[in-house]
């Protein structure tokens, strides 16, 4: 990570960045600009301008209470700006119907919470409700598309059993395969990992590496930083509800950033398995 003060190509330099936060080539479909977040009176973020790139990974990342969870829910139509605005595909997000909207992004919330009893394909199954109506019932179609997701996330032997039933790594899966339904391009995850142990974490982040791959725009929001440096191809950390850099976690995490946006001494080394980098603490 850089922060102002220690390099100037991945800092983001707010408004002036233009409408979708781009320097150079279009614009992105999603991104936030001059925005004010928070809740009630009380603001989190002030004229935050910040953009997800197209085909990335993006991992946001920052300490407890800098404003993560608030810019997602933003950019996921769940907080609407006190000013400025959110903008998918050219328009603002909140005068979209809200249907347009779940076909083009779909949202992992923080624990989510299943209807009691509902069973793992019934879940689902509600990822294909943007893509119904009084005239179009469920379909072979979406037959298909509930079937590729469950596959995709390895949840098919679990279909007929309770979404109460399961560990925290396999609802996760779950939860991710509905989102996976409703066939969106962009896909806003709030802290996947919490809640779970490292190999059920590892389990998720590995499925979104995998979603990545397979050409989806990702945005997520991580609290270990090493796991976010691994997995990420894009980072955007912040601090006191601003963005104070953004770039690859190659070029960015550095002993000092991390200091200045963590108030943590550590040092950088590569990490042997994957060769990106890797935070250790200072003793």
């Known amino acids: 990570m850089t922060g102002p003060s220690y390099s100037s190509a991945s800092v983001a330099e707010g408004p002036n960045r233009g409408p979708a936060g781009a320097t150079e080539g279009a614009p992105s479909p999603l991104f936030a600009e001059d925005a004010t977040l928070g809740y009630g009176r009380v603001a989190i973020s002030e004229g935050l301008t910040v953009e997800v790139p197209e085909g990335e990974f993006t991992v946001i990342i920052g300490p407890n209470a800098c404003g993560k ?3 997602l829910k933003a ?8 000013a400025g605005r959110v903008v998918l595909d050219g328009k603002d997000i909140h005068s979209q119907p809200t249907r347009a909207v779940a076909r083009r992004l779909g949202l992992l919330p ?15 199954a509600r990822g294909r409700y943007p893509h119904q109506g009084i005239l179009k019932q469920w379909s072979a179609e979406d037959e298909r598309v509930v079937g590729e997701a469950m596959e995709a996330t390895d949840v098919t032997d679990l ?9 925290g790594g396999q609802r996760q899966r779950v939860w991710i395969a509905m989102v996976l339904a409703q066939q969106t391009p962009l896909l806003l995850l709030d802290e996947p990992t919490t809640y779970l142990d490292i190999t059920h974490q590892m389990e998720v982040l590995d499925l979104c ?25 894009h980072l955007i950390a912040m601090r ?3 963005v104070v850099a953004e770039g690859a976690p190659a070029e ?18 590569e990490d042997p398995e994957t060769a990106t980098p890797l935070v250790i603490p200072r003793a």
Do not use: W
Request: hydrophobic content about 45%.
């Open 159 to 167: 279909a007929s059993r309770g979404v109460d039933e399961l560990s």
């Open 75 to 82: 950019l996921a139509r769940m907080l609407k700006p006190a």
């Open 110 to 124: 923080q624990s989510p919470i299943a209807p009691d009893g509902i069973t793992v394909a019934d879940l689902v």
């Open 69 to 71: 969870s608030t810019l």
């Open 240 to 242: 006191d509800g601003a």
């Open 209 to 233: 590496g995998k979603l990545h791959r397979s050409g989806r725009t990702l945005v997520a929001v991580l609290h270990d930083l090493n796991q976010a440096a691994r997995y990420a191809t």
């Open 252 to 269: 960015i995490v550095t002993a000092e950033a991390v200091e200045k946006v963590f108030d943590l001494p550590c040092r950088i080394i």
